[in-house]
């Protein structure tokens, strides 16, 4: 069954002057214009295609891939604003509008925005709000410690930037995690989950969790360590700020990294300094 505002595989039924008509199921005949047809598509060939409607509520087929489908969340910019709502650019040729009901503050143009794509009920069209926290869940259980996840960077905080997790939850990559690398808003990466904590909330990183990962951190410390006459001035008690200067990495990995070397006999460790054996 072919779905409004999501991408859906149909058949090409019937080859006009200004298209194609594929073969919608329970929506009908959509249109495919010219502009968005491939140069040698032909009647009974299958494509790939979004379908959403035109300015005069059409239903419209285009192989242009939007920002965000249907049920899935993305940071977008703001390019007008009328007595009706905002208007978000998405990536198609019309653009995304978010009422003034689903708006947490009045957007204003050229912000950018983090929103989540919906089916309104009453004139069921492609719609966006602001207010996502209503479709998310509230908290991470049933997330894996050490799995890779798809995050969208949403938000800059004082402790970090706030993240969708999966399309899923919130999620925060802590700033000393970061080794004072900034991230874009609005993008989508991959990163891993560090932990969900018992209240629910989750820690990430963009480095995989573990010991079997810290081979070339822990190969960086003995080749210092080697380098300084077998001696460092360093420990788990000093302050991230020392240990990322010298190590490029957060205090956690180089807790982890030097527990790895003292576990296989390779330091020795103090309060105040590690030493080569």
Known sequence: MATLGSFNTLTVIK?????????????????????YAPKDLQVDDQLDVFIFLDSEDRLIATTQRPRAAVGEFAFLNCVDVNSVGAFLDWGLPKDLMVPFSEQRQKMQPNNGYVVFVYIDKVDQRITATAK??????ESGVGLQSGAEAKLLVAEKTDLGYKCI???HCWGMIFDNDLNGEQLKLGKRIKGFIQR????????LSLRKQGYETLGPLAEKILQALSENKGYMAISDKSSPDVIRSLFKCSKREFKMAIGSLYKSKKIELDKTFIRLL
């Open 196 to 203: 969900v904590r018992p209240d629910g909330k989750v820690d």
């Open 132 to 137: 996502v926290n209503k479709h998310l869940a």
């Open 165 to 167: 997790v999966n399309n």
């Open 15 to 35: 080859s006009v002057e200004f298209g194609f008509y594929l073969d919608g199921q329970d929506l009908g005949d959509i249109l495919l214009p010219n502009r």
